[in-house]
């Protein structure tokens, strides 16, 4: 019965409105309502009479849905006065509210899914009044996730002919359909043929979403070291269009090396035989290319060296190991080659030379001359030394007027003052001929020694061969030679002898190109008190002292014996004392008397000489 009256009112609009067709209804609907998957939509319709006052009071409103493309269409909403009717068996049954007016209707799309993008057409019957529909397409947005990119993780060669994939860019779960739009460096990348090729597909999923792939294919240049590339999602939403950036990712790109340098990595400074040394080479290609070293050995093609990647060790160089040096990828192109070259210069000091060689004999009194000679890539500096000193520089060492001091060892140091740990040395050994030289000027040397004294006589002679020392002695067979050295140049004796008259000795020195003498003249002195040895110096001091002391004593004397004749202790008369004036002396004697009193018996006489410190007194004594 519910299904039969709204029929029959139907039919009974059909019957009025064509009996009067001159009513007349204005319906006033968007031409779309756009709405986020799952949110509510909200459709008005809005009416008016235009030939009629007011409302008319019997007013039918109804709600269909039609799908695009297609000629039939479904009811899905009825309502008469207060009878309102939500169709059942469609599927909006549940999900839809209608509000009605004085001036329109409003339908209510809660959760809206994906089959809800359809024309919604909102239908006014005014029976009389007239009847109008208008329609409004429903538009349902669900914005894609987060692009998602990923970049070709293999390098990319420039010399292939065709554009290469790069990364591709994917937009997942959008409706309706996301758009993608390709970048490099924030510029965007239109396709181009031979240069940039985009490919896009799109999956419908389960949902009833589009999922979006995208994939560029990209001819690198050798500028694309280093350059960006992301993509860009672009979607519709209510009202808008929105855009979602994605992460960038980076090309790999491989290229030959236009350009190699090579250099000496270590050691610094200038390089010495002995050196090890490390080159090492280094192109601007990437991947970063392996290197073939060689070395040029014109006119002969280049020899190919053992090496490590990048790295040519050479170990203990000499100077054969100089040159010029090379290097080139290994992967090269031998039609178009590009190489590194560096020049390696290998010093060298060889051993000295010194001329004349090893020893030379002069005879004193000549002049020579000495070479010392060191070849030398750099320039070199040479110093001559003998016994520690310096005693000339440069290559040439004079040698004038020989003398006995200059025979010994020369040695020449020869060093590279640009590279000092280069240096060398060399030595000769000057031997200075000629007959025996007594050490000293003197040809007669004269002594004084006491008698029973032990005195060393030494003599010292230079000359070349080394000299013979002989002894002669005249007045004393008492001696001995307690030291006696001899060697290349020179030779020493000392002979030791006791003093007991005077002596001569002779000391001759010769060899078999000449002889030198010297006498030593040692005069005996004899011991006046003592059996040790006299000293006329100790001898004077001794008889000094003693007078000083009988001096003293004399006037010790004096004062006493004057004493007592004051006191009358002592008689005095002609008969009692001598006047000491008229004493028999010399200047050099005096006598004093001295007498107890009246006591004959002990009368002691004292006699004390005053003795001149001169060289008689010293001598009589």
């Known amino acids: 019965m519910a299904l039969q009256q709204p029929r029959a009112v139907f039919c009974l609009f059909l019957f009025l409105h064509a009996w009067s067709v001159w009513a007349k209804v204005e319906v006033r609907m968007p031409e779309s309502v756009e709405v986020y998957l799952g949110d509510s939509a909200e459709i008005p319709c809005q009416y008016n009479f235009t030939e009629s006052t007011g409302v008319p009071r019997f007013l039918i409103i109804q709600w269909f849905v039609k799908d695009s493309g297609s000629v039939s269409r479904s009811r899905i909403y009825y309502a008469h006065d207060d009878d309102t009717i939500v169709d059942e068996g469609t599927e909006y049954s549940g999900r839809i509210q209608v509000t009605l007016d004085q001036h329109g209707t409003r339908l209510t799309v809660r959760e809206a899914q994906l089959s809800d993008e359809r024309e919604f057409i909102c239908q006014v019957n005014g029976l009389s009044d007239g009847l109008t529909e208008r329609k409004t397409q429903l538009r349902v947005f669900a914005p894609p996730e987060a692009p998602a990119i990923m970049g070709v993780q293999a390098g990319i060669s420039v ?86 950036e994605s992460s960038s990712v980076g090309v790999n790109v491989h290229y030959p090396s236009t350009m190699v340098e090579l250099w000496r990595e270590s050691p610094e400074g200038l390089i010495k035989e002995g050196d090890t040394v490390e080159l090492r080479c280094q192109g601007d290609g990437n991947p970063t290319p392996t290197f073939i070293f060689s070395r040029a050995r014109d006119p002969d093609p280049d020899e190919d060296l053992e090496s490590r990647a990048n790295v040519l060790m050479l170990q203990a160089v000499s100077r054969k190991d100089g040159g010029l040096y090379r290097c080139r990828p290994r992967d090269g192109d031998s039609r178009d080659e590009v190489k590194g070259e560096m020049e390696l210069n290998v010093h060298y000091l060889d051993p000295a030379v010194v001329v004349p060689k090893e020893s030379e004999a002069m005879m004193k009194g000549e002049d020579l001359t000495a070479t010392c000679n060191a070849l030398s890539s750099l320039k070199t500096s040479t110093v001559w030394y003998k016994a520690g000193k310096m005693v000339g520089s440069g290559n040439t060492l004079h040698l004038q007027d020989a003398t006995y001091e200059m025979a010994g060892e020369y040695v020449c140091k020869v060093t590279v003052p640009a590279l000092p740990a280069l240096r060398t040395s060399g030595s000769v050994h000057i031997v200075v001929q000629g007959g025996p030289q007594l050490v000293g000027e003197e040809q007669e040397v004269h002594l004084e020694e006491a008698v029973g004294r032990t005195v060393n006589l030494s003599c010292e002679a230079r000359g070349h061969p080394a000299p013979g020392v002989a002894w002669i002695f005249h007045g004393s067979q008492s001696w001995q030679e307690v030291f006696s050295k001899s060697g290349d140049h020179a030779t020493r004796s000392v002979v030791s002898l006791v003093v007991g008259s005077d002596v001569t000795a002779v000391c001759n020195a010769s060899n078999e190109l000449g002889a030198d003498v010297r006498a030593f003249s040692i005069k005996a002195i004899p011991l006046v008190t003592s059996s040790a040895p006299f000293s006329p110096a100790e001898g004077s001091g001794v008889i000094i002292v003693v007078i000083i002391l009988c001096l003293l004593l004399l006037a010790i004397l004096g004062s006493v014996l004057y004493f007592l004749h004051k006191k009358g202790k002592i008689p005095c008369g002609r008969s009692g004392k001598q006047d000491i004036s008229q004493e028999k002396s010399t200047k050099d004697d005096i006598v004093v008397e001295m007498k107890n009193n009246g006591n004959a018996k002990s009368e002691g006489t004292v006699l004390l000489k005053a003795v001149n410190g001169d060289e008689n007194a010293t001598k009589k004594q």
């Open 159 to 244: 010399t292939n002919e065709m554009p290469s994939k790069v990364a591709t860019c994917e937009a997942r779960n959008a409706f309706p359909k996301a758009n993608i739009t390709w970048y490099r460096n924030n510029i965007p990348l239109v396709p181009s043929v031979g240069r940039v090729n985009v490919w896009t597909g799109d999956t419908v999923e389960a949902s009833g979403l589009y999922s979006v792939q995208s994939t560029l294919e990209y001819q690198v240049l050798k500028e694309d070291k280093g350059a960006n590339f992301s993509c860009e999602v672009s979607f519709f939403v209510p009202g808008a269009i929105r855009t979602v």
